[in-house]
């Protein structure tokens, strides 16, 4: 990489700090030498403000006030000294930072042959790694105490190594194979979620058959880590939920927070699945239509993320807020509360103008989704069409298959409702076409088909024959989402 010009990694790490890490980066500069700190801080300033970088405007900007002879030496101090300072900042907070922090302590202290003082240290950071179960840096840490006892020659503390240090490694080496074990078959089921989505597909059965299996399920309570305990059962709140297995769902989800709430400790250096299994609480507990536990629950996740707020970086939070939405305009749904969905919408837009990116985009999308129905069955019918609009001008390969098909049927229905008619036949052609090309259920397609035809031409056979017809869902074999139902009673309101 070139340190001269417009790739170098010092825009992207100044554009990616928190507000807070910006305050602390410039308290650090301001305590460099006047025209250092001076030269700096207006290179961190300049760079700040762009959107679009551009070093050679950068350079010229910046000679114009100070003078230096090597433009990339300049923005390598820079960079390192946000390093340094992200590295202070981050130490309280951040278990790994900490810990590598003690043991340049006691390295230190140990190259200065104070041999007490780096016993001390390294027992600091034992009793830390120990603490987080961060077993491979304990490990690590066990080894530089077994080197020093042996160095010491006294031949008492080698025979007290030599009968309980051993001991030890092994312990932590059956810690490591525990999480590390868990951890996988979290990961391969989450993958099988991601590709499956469900187990209508046979394959996924047996691959989740396997894992459900595997000894480490089946006795989580044996497992003696937190982390060995809190991968198992993600694992099986994954599996059940695949499994529609609602209740047991739950009851994984409510154990692992029940596990969080026996260690606190845990919760900032696990914050994302923390606050991921709260928000999958809620989920159960609406697919339930528990309404009053989700509401609970949610405003555990809201006050949890307020509260371990530096925990998060930005994208994580940016993220955790957007579920928080999410779940507001789900709410909305099951309440038929249609007057709070514009001020949650027009949050999500503001993370989006702030954050948006390919890993928070399905959120916003389900969201400006939940947006477009609950606004036309609140009889908004203008800021409905300006969502199914925003979600029909997404690339289809961004899109949900099944967000894309709430899109185009509920246009066809504001077209309808707004007197449009000269618009419907045309939006039909792409319903039908779209149907055709993604969906081989043919029963849902022809349901549709009939469905608009008579709307269009008949409406007196459709309102007559209602349960024929309606609910549109109610044919395929599987209890309707929170999509579907709205989707249902989108259907509903144009036979009325």
């Given amino acids: 990489m070139k340190n001269d010009d417009a790739s170098h990694p010092l825009k992207d790490i100044i554009q990616s700090l928190s507000s807070s890490e910006k305050r602390y980066v410039k308290i650090e500069l301001q305590a460099k030498?006047?025209?250092?700190?001076?030269?700096l801080t207006k290179l961190f300033d300049l760079v700040e403000k762009q959107e679009n970088y551009d070093d050679a405007k950068t350079k010229q900007q910046l000679s114009k006030q100070f003078s230096f002879s090597n433009f990339a030496v300049v923005k390598n101090t820079l960079y390192e000294i946000i390093l340094d300072s992200l590295l202070s900042f981050h130490a309280e907070n951040n278990v790994d930072v900490l810990l590598q922090k003690q043991l340049s302590y006691a390295e230190i202290l140990k190259q200065k042959s104070q041999v007490e003082a780096t016993q001390k240290q390294l027992d600091k950071a034992?009793?830390?790694a120990q603490k987080y179960e961060r077993f491979g840096i304990l490990a690590d840490i066990k080894q530089r105490q077994s080197l020093m006892q042996l160095e010491s020659g006294d031949m008492k503390i080698v025979g007290e190594y030599y009968e309980t240090g051993s001991e030890d490694e092994l312990q932590i080496s059956d810690f490591l194979r525990e999480i590390n074990t868990a951890k996988k078959l979290a990961a391969q089921t989450i993958l099988l979620a991601k590709k499956f989505g469900g187990l209508s597909q046979a394959e996924s059965s047996n691959e989740l058959k396997k894992i459900r299996e595997h000894p480490t399920l089946a006795a989580i309570e044996n497992l003696q880590t937190f982390h060995g305990k809190m991968y198992a059962r993600t694992t099986l709140g994954v599996i059940t939920s695949l499994e529609k297995s609602i209740p047991h769902s739950l009851e994984n989800r409510l154990a692992l927070h029940e596990m969080f709430k026996q260690h606190p400790h845990f919760v900032p250096d696990k914050i994302q699945l923390y606050t991921g299994n709260?928000?999958?609480i809620c989920v159960t507990f609406l697919t339930l239509e528990n309404i009053s536990d989700c509401e609970k629950f949610l405003n555990l996740l809201q006050s949890e993320t307020e509260r371990?707020?530096?925990?998060?970086t930005e994208e994580n939070r940016a993220l955790t807020q957007l579920r928080i939405c999410n779940l507001r305009l789900q709410l909305c749904a099951h309440t038929a509360d249609y007057t709070s969905v514009k001020n949650i919408v027009d949050e999500v837009a503001e993370i989006e103008k702030k954050h948006g990116n390919k890993k928070l985009e399905e959120f916003i999308l389900s969201s400006y989704t939940y947006a477009a129905m609950l606004f036309y069955l609140g009889g908004n019918y203008d800021a409905s069409l300006q969502y199914v609009n925003l979600l029909l001008n997404t690339r289809e390969k961004e899109l949900?298959?099944?967000?894309?098909?709430?899109?185009?049927?509920?246009?066809?229905?504001?077209?309808?409702?707004?007197?449009?008619?000269?618009?419907?036949?045309?939006?039909?052609?792409n319903l039908r076409y779209f149907l055709q090309k993604n969906?081989?259920?043919?029963?849902?397609?022809?349901?549709f088909a009939d469905f608009f035809h008579l709307l269009l031409h008949d409406k007196n056979k459709l309102q007559k024959n209602r349960s024929q017809y309606l609910p549109l869902f109610a044919h395929t074999g599987n209890k309707p989402n929170i999509y579907e139902k709205m989707f249902d009673a989108v259907a509903e309101s144009v036979v009325r």
């Fill in 126 to 128: 034992a009793t830390l």
């Fill in 278 to 280: 709260l928000y999958n």
């Fill in 439 to 447: 969906f081989s259920d043919q029963d849902l397609g022809k349901r």
């Fill in 33 to 39: 030498k006047a025209e250092q700190s001076a030269l």
């Fill in 400 to 429: 949900r298959r099944d967000v894309m098909l709430y899109a185009r049927f509920l246009i066809i229905a504001l077209h309808y409702k707004m007197d449009n008619h000269v618009l419907i036949e045309y939006e039909l052609k």
């Fill in 308 to 312: 371990h707020k530096p925990a998060f």
